[in-house]
């Protein structure tokens, strides 16, 4: 793991964030239905971090392994028009929606939790997991939040990059005179 100045200078850079879903977005579960309809649980705290994380100007994405109704509802509620499921090469997504925006390497980046993300977090200029990401990827990336996915992980990161963005304390003010 990067030490914090290098995370925060690489944080400062993000113009594109993108996304796993489960053990990110969510703690990992899957439920299902006697129907067979997926169910997930996502955190509003989370939701919130998204929010600013777009009102500052950073492009958001998801790019997940899965296919989810649920995961495109989130999106449509979050307003996050770049979303990739089903996805099988999340590195080559993530290439082709930063060519797509314009947007340079260093100037991305990606939150995954499993070793199955390691292609794509050591594709971007910025990687971070969540609290209870797997080992091997907390090794890997540049910022590690001490919540787990789906519980407030997210959030802790979207401070994160608001605050290396010089962002984060005007936002937080703009709360107290509403």
């Known amino acids: 793991m990067s030490d914090t100045l290098s995370a925060r ?4 850079q993000l113009r594109l964030m993108a996304f796993d879903v489960d053990g990110v977005l969510t703690d990992g579960s899957l439920f299902f239905t006697p129907n067979g309809d ?3 649980a ?3 705290l989370d939701g919130h ?5 777009a009102q500052a100007g950073i492009e958001l994405a998801i790019i997940t392994g899965r296919r ?14 770049h979303l990739f499921q089903g996805v099988e090469d999340k590195r080559a997504v993530m290439r082709a929606l930063r060519e797509q925006l314009g947007i340079s390497r260093d100037a991305s980046g990606y939150m995954g ?4 993300d390691l292609p794509i977090l050591l594709d971007c200029g910025f990687a971070a997991t969540v609290g209870d990401g797997h080992r091997f990827v907390r090794e890997h990336v540049d910022f590690v939040a001490s919540a787990g996915g789906g519980r ?10 608001l605050s290396a963005q010089g962002k984060l304390d005007a936002m937080l003010q703009s709360y107290l005179t509403q």
């Open 9 to 12: 200078n690489k944080a400062a």
């Open 152 to 161: 407030g992980a997210v959030r802790e990161l979207s401070d994160f990059i």
């Open 68 to 81: 989810s109704r649920m995961v495109e509802l989130r999106a449509a509620n979050l307003g996050i028009t």
């Open 38 to 40: 997926e169910i997930k």
């Open 42 to 44: 996502f955190s509003s």
């Open 113 to 116: 939790d499993d070793v199955v």
């Open 49 to 53: 971090g998204l929010k600013m994380l």
